[in-house]
């Protein structure tokens, strides 16, 4: 089997190099979705992958596929992320995951490497969401969750549509968004968590992402004077709001290390400092990989609601906004990642996504993996968002097999009848 290797410098250089597009003084990128500076960014990647002999296609939803042709007519092995950042965005998030996969094709079309499926890379517009909510609305888009139309109407602070600044950048292409099928998909993305770092280890091989939810809750009690209201007789809503987030720290903690549990939004009112509150509005954010386990932490909260309200005299109310199901991804594809992995002497460990990727709604009309190098501190969204060199070019190199491998599969099971 040949063993083809990516060239570190060379992705290092093509990182640095867009990430001048959109730079800021602290280090980050700044390269909000559809914006003058998307553009560049978008023409410089369709550039270099025509000099590698690619064909640049785009959907309607801006989009970008470049593909290397395969020996057989079957549908792409296709690997890729995002170029769009956050505001102050890092160098590394969805950038790594699009640079490295040119660099996979650069290290093929170097060394005449033929595969059996096409190979392609994929920019997906608008993952991050800042610019136009909700995120990943593109693949999105693509896997059916969202309607185009609705996609396409979308706006920004300004009352730009998304469809309107697809227009102004000249990214609004021909092909419609989900007509275009895919073997498989797999995606490189830096951790944004601590666990490898922590762990020492080389690479994480996705396994799905975790299910979540949010729940927003209201508890009422009594306005009242801090002077004249004797201790007994108060209805102190931020009292019984203090004791709930006690409670849902605790819940966390009982299903530690897959569940996390969080209040992290929180409004007391009327706020004033000589008024005992009388109401006070949080928000709930409950996850875990597992749906059943989440739904024990979420029956866990529910009751502790009347615990902690009842003997303080405080109504409540809870209202589940969103719930998000577990995403598990193809167990072919990350035992394409594992073998990826040992292939290139790296250490790895399963592990599950806590955060929301392209890959998790490609994953519904896909086979799909993920792959996770660490970043320094877990710190991401930020413009101290680090991961080295040597961290970067093993995350390449893995993807690169990993789709080689995936490869492999596909055209042994095109040779064999008697193969499942
Ligand atoms: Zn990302």
Redesign the pocket.
Known sequence: MRNLSIDPERLWDTLMETAAIGGTAKGGICRLTLTELDRQVRDWFKARAETLGCRVTVDDMGTMFARRPGTADVPPIAMG??LDTQPTGGKF??AL?VLAALEALRTLHEAGYETYAPIEVVNFTN??GSRFAPAMTASGVFAGVFERDWAHARQDRDGVSLGAALDAIGYRGAERCGAHPLSAFFEL??E?GPILEAESLDIGAVTGAQAMRWYEVTVTGQDAHTGATPMHLRKNALLGAARLIERVDAIGRAHAPGGVATVGLIENKPNSRNVVPGEVFFCVDLRHPDGHVLNSMESDFAAALPEVCGPLGLDHTMQKIWDQPAVHFDPECVASVRRAAELSRLTARDMVSG?G??ACYVSRVARTAMIFVPCRGGI?HNEAEFSSKEQCAKGAQVLLQAVLDYDRTLAERSRGPGRS
Do not use: C, L, N
């Open positions: 992320s995002h998030d969805g995951g993952e991050e993305h830096i944004q955060a990727h392209d991401s």
